[in-house]
């Protein structure tokens, strides 16, 4: 029997929306992951951290970006990774006692170089703003040099309110450039750091955006975590969690 007209109208329609459906499924299959190495974050992440994107963690003073950043490099590098670091928030060495305390300790891979740690003087570059787009760019030249695949830049702040708003955006579209060539970078901010034009047009460069907060629940205030976008994620926004910060696991 023969088709009519809207028959194979329809039929080709729905070839091309299986083919659709099949590109989706093996582009998601294809996506790897850096682990967060914690099941239960990982498990809302749907996978962890996807490799070769630009992530942009969002977050006031004390709503946990340094601890996250802390766990994806944990996970990181026991996934055999090389992580490079950039740190305005605190030492080296406090870094590592830091994480040590979470009873993860990365000091033997710092030691054997499978990680770096670079230390940003925030106080002197408050001192010389004008540094603010040099750095920006010594940073670019020195992520699309090194050999590590995941860097982690905590936090962009400091930097980014003395920036000029070009140097900022190019900065973060030669970030993605990068991430195009392999490399998966992490940046923390606090919002305040931007206009609400600049900062939406941050999040629409980057794969992945969380957002981290305070909040009060009764008589407590516990962290939380919102998922506004990632890529690859079935569920592109409002997916949520709650964590804390448990010495013995790190967050939880």
């Given at each position: 029997m023969?088709?009519?007209?809207e028959e194979?109208?329809?039929?080709e329609?729905?070839a091309?929306?299986?083919e659709v459906?099949?590109?989706?499924?093996?582009?998601?299959?294809s996506?790897?992951?850096?682990s967060?190495?914690?099941?239960e974050i990982?498990?809302?992440l749907?996978g962890g951290?996807p490799?070769?994107?630009l992530c942009?963690?969002?977050g006031?003073?004390?709503s946990g970006?340094?601890i996250?950043?802390?766990?994806?490099m944990?996970g990181?590098?026991?996934?055999?990774?090389?992580?490079?670091?950039?740190?305005t928030?605190?030492?080296?060495?406090?870094?590592l006692?830091?994480?040590?305390?979470?009873?993860?300790?990365?000091?033997?891979?710092?030691?054997?170089?499978r990680?770096?740690i670079?230390?940003?003087?925030a106080?002197?570059?408050?001192?010389n703003?004008?540094?603010s787009?040099?750095?920006?760019e010594?940073?670019l030249e020195?992520?699309?040099e090194c050999?590590?695949e995941?860097i982690l830049i905590?936090s962009?702040t400091i930097?980014a309110?003395?920036a000029?708003e070009n140097?900022?955006?190019?900065?973060f579209r030669?970030?993605?450039?990068l991430c195009?060539?392999?490399?998966t970078?992490?940046i923390?901010?606090?919002?305040y750091?931007?206009s609400?034009?600049?900062?939406?047009r941050l999040?629409?460069?980057?794969?992945?955006?969380?957002?981290l907060?305070i909040?009060q629940?009764?008589?407590?205030?516990i962290?939380?975590m919102e998922?506004q976008k990632?890529?690859g994620?079935?569920k592109t926004?409002g997916?949520?969690?709650s964590f804390d910060?448990?010495?013995e696991?790190?967050?939880?």
């Amino acid at each position: 029997m023969g088709v009519n007209s809207e028959e194979a109208l329809f039929l080709e329609n729905e070839a091309f929306c299986e083919e659709v459906s099949d590109n989706s499924e093996t582009e998601k299959k294809s996506l790897e992951f850096i682990s967060s190495g914690n099941l239960e974050i990982d498990k809302k992440l749907e996978g962890g951290i996807p490799i070769g994107s630009l992530c942009l963690l969002e977050g006031a003073k004390g709503s946990g970006k340094s601890i996250f950043m802390q766990q994806i490099m944990w996970g990181a590098l026991n996934q055999d990774k090389k992580v490079l670091a950039f740190t305005t928030e605190k030492t080296s060495r406090n870094l590592l006692n830091n994480m040590e305390s979470l009873k993860q300790d990365v000091s033997d891979y710092f030691i054997i170089g499978r990680s770096k740690i670079f230390e940003i003087n925030a106080s002197y570059v408050e001192e010389n703003p004008e540094l603010s787009n040099n750095l920006l760019e010594r940073m670019l030249e020195c992520v699309n040099e090194c050999e590590e695949e995941l860097i982690l830049i905590d936090s962009l702040t400091i930097l980014a309110v003395s920036a000029s708003e070009n140097t900022l955006l190019n900065f973060f579209r030669e970030c993605v450039k990068l991430c195009d060539k392999g490399k998966t970078i992490l940046i923390s901010v606090h919002g305040y750091a931007f206009s609400q034009e600049v900062l939406y047009r941050l999040r629409s460069v980057c794969d992945s955006c969380l957002e981290l907060r305070i909040e009060q629940v009764g008589d407590k205030l516990i962290k939380t975590m919102e998922i506004q976008k990632l890529r690859g994620a079935k569920k592109t926004t409002g997916n949520m969690l709650s964590f804390d910060v448990n010495s013995e696991c790190g967050l939880k």
